[in-house]
């Protein structure tokens, strides 16, 4: 009401009663009570067209206030880009309901999806089963912490992220989608701190068992609507050796089902000739965010060229291969005393701080043509200068590679100097402009829980166009024919 009174411009004064404080004041107040006689018509003037105003007012604005105050309880929110669970509305934008009820000996959670808005359409409408296997496949072999961290674990951090997901679904006759998460990357037993391989296709082989043995989903659909994770050199080659990776070849068990693979090459390949979906290497988000809080970006950057990491002076291994193609021993023998490239061989827990002070940061093939510095480099806002003929590069329809990196033929890596001072001098700030841009970042990184837009977001987008391999999908088309 004082609101109201002030946009009116005027003052309402209530009415005070005309009661004398003692004897002495009778004749003030009787002269008071007579004043305020003289103004209770304009007081309840002013009174009247107020209410009648607020009326008006309300019978105008009612509905939509009525709807705001429901949108705002009901809309979903966002903490930071983690979308949560809105409640259902009837007839509103978005219904997400939680349902549950019983299956078999267990619960099961019921995931439904309609009347979406641009903001939760696309994956959504897939359902993903996720195995409960037994933890020998998975969980035991997080004993050891690199297991989650190091760059294969996009295993451990997709199926996280599934098992949070609002796509899951706990009754397997609702999903489109089977995911294995099987943990193959996670045997740290050799002497040089890389993963072992050599039990992949057995630990693989025995879930496959497992599953086929216990439910009727694989066999119904011969795997071809079941999704395993395969992050290392050559994908579900299982080996980290090209030639033998070739030669072995994807176990037939695998053959029909969709594979989540690093690994990525222009034209065929033995290790990429199955239905796959390119993903990045793993990368923490955590500490990536941490360093761009503490130093943005677009910060000036005062390393020219930058690289750390294996470079062989005599490449050739005991086996007789050749490391990196010796792309890296030239690297070292051109510019490795260059004072404007800063080139380390030694290994440094800090090294990521050294890509956000970079403009350039090299990333050349090591025994596979990927590598998880096009992630880190991108996420830091650093130039990645991609060494790697040939290479594939994960989600080419959403992050605009060419716009965001250079390719610098491997037969060319002599002239490395040249080709940057060229890009320099001519389109190295619309280079930048396109890299710092916080979508495409988002698209390269694993997010726990699942952001939109995330890694795990464009896996599931992916197997939206895959929808036709899907058992569940298939029998539904029949039915409706």
């Known amino acids: 009401m004082k609101g109201m009174t002030k946009i009116l411009g005027g003052k309402l004064r209530r009415n005070k009663p005309c009661l004398a404080l003692d004897e002495r004041s009778s004749h003030n107040k009787s002269k008071h009570c007579r004043a305020d006689k003289s103004q209770r018509p304009c007081y309840g003037y002013a009174r009247f067209f107020l209410w009648v105003f607020l009326l008006l007012y309300l019978c105008s604005a009612g509905p939509d206030l009525f709807w705001l105050v429901a949108w705002k309880s009901e809309r979903p ?16 934008l978005v219904t997400n309901v939680l349902a ?26 897939v ?36 098992l949070n997901s609002t796509v899951r679904v706990f009754d397997p006759q609702e999903a ?14 050799t002497k040089n701190g890389f993963p072992a391989l050599g039990h992949a296709r057995s630990l693989l082989g025995s879930a496959v068992s497992y599953i086929s043995e216990t439910m009727p989903f694989w066999n119904r659909s011969r795997g071809s609507d079941h999704v395993f994770a395969a992050t290392h050199d ?9 030639d033998v990776a070739i030669s072995d070849g994807i176990p037939e068990f695998l053959q029909n089902s969709i594979i989540l693979q690093t690994f990525g090459v222009k034209g065929k390949h033995r290790c990429q000739d199955v239905e796959h979906i390119q993903i990045p290497p793993y990368v923490a988000p955590k500490p990536i965010e941490a360093l761009r809080a503490a130093a943005p970006p677009k910060a000036k950057r005062d390393i020219w060229v930058f690289f750390r990491g294996k470079m062989e002076i005599h490449p050739k291994n005991i086996s007789g291969r050749v490391y990196s193609k010796g792309v890296r021993t030239v690297i070292w023998q051109k510019f490795g005393h260059n004072r404007r490239f800063y080139i380390k061989r030694t290994r440094f827990e800090g090294y990521r701080t050294e890509i956000l002070r970079s403009v350039f940061c090299l990333c050349p093939l090591g025994w596979a043509p990927w590598s998880p510095r096009i992630v880190e480099s991108v996420a830091l806002g650093c130039v990645p200068v991609i060494i790697a003929d040939n290479v594939a590069l994960p989600y080419p329809d959403v992050v605009p590679w060419a716009n965001i990196s250079l390719s610098v033929p491997e037969r060319d890596v002599a002239k490395l100097g040249k080709v940057l001072e060229r890009v320099t001098a001519t389109n190295l700030t619309a280079i930048q402009n396109n890299l710092w841009n916080e979508t495409i970042r988002r698209t390269l990184l694993f997010n726990e829980p699942l952001q939109r837009g995330d890694a795990t977001w464009q896996v599931l987008q992916g197997l939206t166009r895959k929808l036709g391999r899907s058992y569940r999908n298939r029998s539904g088309s029949v039915l409706l024919e």
């Open 77 to 92: 929110e966002a903490v930071g880009d983690v979308i949560q669970k809105p409640m259902a509305r009837t007839g509103g």
């Open 100 to 125: 549950e009820e019983n299956y078999s000996q267990g619960r099961v959670k019921k995931n439904v999806f309609s009347d979406s808005s641009a903001e939760f359409s696309g994956f959504l409408d």
């Open 127 to 162: 359902k993903v089963y996720v195995y409960e296997l037994p933890s020998e496949f998975n969980e035991d072999w997080l004993v050891n912490s690199r297991c989650a961290s190091h760059l294969f674990a996009a295993e451990v951090a997709i199926h996280r992220a599934l």
């Open 176 to 189: 489109d989608f089977f995911f294995v998460p099987v943990y193959v990357s996670c045997n740290f037993s």
């Open 234 to 242: 050559y994908g579900a080659c299982f080996h980290a050796m090209e």
